[in-house]
């Protein structure tokens, strides 16, 4: 089994920054690609960053050139930096990973970090 626990979030004033962290409870970082999702209320839980287990990064259009993922292998930390916030980025913000077990693959979520960005 692998926990994530996020942490980083808060209020912030629009044009601020945040940086989240993602803590995993076990090596998987180094072998796995991980994400940060971001669901708004009302809306649904939306791909915001993703790192793969060789270090290549992809973001969402609507986050490029302001947010950052990054990961330390060596403290199974996953972060985001989130730079210029938006109060559209406001939602609750959850790391994610896919493991292949011999019984098949398994997603694995964290229990989401709130971040409200004021206009």
């Known amino acids: 089994q692998v926990q994530l626990v996020e942490s980083g979030g808060g209020l912030v004033q629009a044009g601020g920054s945040l940086r989240l962290s993602c803590a995993a409870s076990?090596?998987?970082?180094?072998?796995?690609?991980m994400d940060w999702y971001r669901q708004a209320p009302g809306k649904q839980r939306d791909l915001v960053a993703g790192?793969?287990?060789?270090?290549?990064?992809n973001y969402a259009d609507s986050v490029k050139g302001r947010f950052t993922i990054s990961k330390d292998n060596a403290k199974n930390t996953v972060y985001l930096q989130m730079n210029n916030l938006k109060p559209e980025d406001t939602g609750v913000y959850y790391c994610?990973?896919?493991?292949?077990?011999?019984?098949?693959?398994?997603?694995?979520w964290g229990q989401g970090t709130q971040v409200t960005v004021s206009s």
């Open positions: 994610h990973t896919t493991i292949t077990w011999p019984a098949g693959p398994k997603h694995y």
């Open positions: 076990r090596s998987a970082i180094s072998t796995n690609a």
């Open positions: 790192v793969s287990s060789g270090g290549s990064t």
